[in-house]
């Protein structure tokens, strides 16, 4: 099986979101998440967490990072496209202001295997 990075993207910070709508809301919400990670609990092998502020570090530099990727799960299959379909209905889509998720194939690293 490979592994795969998936990242929830969105136009406010996950900060913003968890306090945005009431305690109601808030366990619906998550009441959502739960529900798609035991539908697909064979293949998440991390549920992954909301994300918090970000650094970006160059050779020369550090300094607070823009980005709109608010969390991530680790999930294994079998192709990028099993992937997809786990993520399909995922409830993070239905978040407002445009969220989607990202999919990435985690590589091997040679030596490593």
Known sequence: MKKFIVLYTAPITA???????????????????????????????????????????TKDSQGDLETNVVGFSILQAETLEQVGEMV???????MPGGC??????????????
């Open 88 to 94: 399909k209905d995922h409830p993070h889509l239905n």
């Open 15 to 57: 900060h913003e979101q968890m306090h945005q709508g009431s305690p109601e809301e808030m366990k619906e919400v998550m009441g959502a998440w739960m529900a798609w990670g035991d539908k697909n609990k064979s293949a998440l092998l991390d549920f992954g967490t909301p994300l918090g502020k970000s650094l970006k570090v």
């Open 100 to 113: 989607d998720i990202e999919i990435h194939e985690c590589l091997p690293v040679p030596g490593m295997e």
